[in-house]
């Protein structure tokens, strides 16, 4: 088979559909110490439609009997559209990750689960930007960045990338040569250490007022747009706050499930404690049980108590992973942008989110 074979117009190709393809594994990129980007394409013939900034959950077989779910940002653009890629960091704990590192390779196959999210300039416009970033969390500004690089050079971005030291500085290179060729993006890296050998000249220490406003001086009339470790994206919150400034114009992206609601909340919803428990009969179809949904409880709750399996990751309606189709019944479905408005049309919800309203079938 030759590359012309592979040739496509792309008006002869179809999107990905998370429900009917597998990604496969095209590339194995080492991009610093325990970070790694790795490039999928279709496994058949089909082209990437997202946002810049969003995420896609993979369903990665660390053991034979139980997949885990792991949630990882398309560092990729979709004005690219034949290929995405994720940057990930393998911490000491990482399961799912270190799992990748160490045994994905070109060839191999994946379901996955997206793309989803919303945290992209197209959902939160302005007329300029401020990127802000530490570690992997630079990876959903890198996709945002490199579509602007392809569709919209005269942006106006200021990036900010903060590192412990010169070599973690994810992408330096390329975002400077990105720099050269958008008239009106200013680039600027802080790091928190440095050796004699790395040559450093640039700032030092954590990001701070007096820092920003020296890369960033109209830092207060930008839309900002901050991804990192949880207590980075605080710190920088509580920043901007101190300043007095507008947070309605402040973003951040964060895989942390959303709280349930308190018990005495979903009592009063469901109507527990006043005539009696409200409990509904929930039917999986394809497993072939029944149970009983306790009030409060939600969809995957009662499977899981029933011995049936659906997938999950983040529990919190945010990652899509826990997706069953709705056969009959109605639901009260509290999501965080898991789930597309026409996939609720087709009849699909997320067990992690969905309570029943009376008795209902699901398709697992």
Request: with cysteine.
């Amino acid at each position: 088979m030759t590359i012309v074979s592979s040739f496509r117009h792309f008006d002869e190709l179809q999107p990905f559909n998370d429900r009917q393809q597998l990604l496969e594994c095209i590339s194995v990129t080492h991009e610093a110490p325990d970070v790694m980007t790795f490039g999928f394409k279709a496994d058949r013939d089909s082209w990437f439609r997202y946002l810049p900034g969003q995420f896609v959950t993979l369903e990665l077989p660390v053991t034979p009997d139980e997949p885990v779910h792991r949630t990882y940002t398309l560092s990729s653009t979709p004005s690219r559209p034949f290929s995405i890629a994720v940057t990930v960091k393998a911490q000491a704990t990482s399961i799912g990750t270190r799992w990748m590192f160490d045994h994905l390779k070109p060839g191999m196959k994946l379901k996955a689960f997206g793309p989803l999210g919303d945290f992209s300039f197209v959902r939160h416009p302005g007329e300029k930007y401020l990127f802000i970033s530490a570690g992997s969390g630079i990876t959903p500004m890198m996709s945002m960045t490199r579509w602007m690089a392809d569709c919209a050079p005269q942006t106006d971005v200021t990036f900010l990338s903060c590192a412990r030291q010169p070599d973690d500085l994810l992408f330096r290179e390329e975002l400077e040569n990105i720099a050269r060729n958008m008239p009106k993006m200013n680039l600027g890296f802080i790091v928190e250490t440095h050796a004699p050998r790395h040559g450093w000249h640039g700032l030092r220490g954590r990001i701070e007022t007096s820092k920003l406003a020296l890369l960033s001086p109209d830092f207060r009339e930008r839309t900002v747009f901050c991804c990192g470790p949880e207590p980075f994206m605080k710190g920088v919150k509580a920043m901007l706050e101190s300043v007095g400034f507008d947070m309605n114009r402040y973003h951040e992206e964060s895989f942390q499930p959303a709280a349930a609601p308190a018990a005495e909340e979903l009592a009063i919803r469901d109507g527990a404690g006043q005539d009696g428990e409200t409990v509904a009969t929930i039917t999986f179809t394809m497993a072939g049980k029944e149970a009983m949904c306790q009030p409060g409880q939600t969809i995957l709750q009662t499977a899981r108590s029933a011995g049936v399996r659906i997938g999950a990751a983040c529990e919190g309606g945010l990652c899509g992973t826990c997706r069953v189709m709705k056969i009959s019944g109605e639901v009260e479905m509290n999501h965080n942008g898991g789930i597309l408005d026409d996939e609720i049309d087709e009849g699909y919800i997320l067990a992690c989110c969905s309570r029943p309203l009376g008795d209902v079938q699901i398709e697992a």
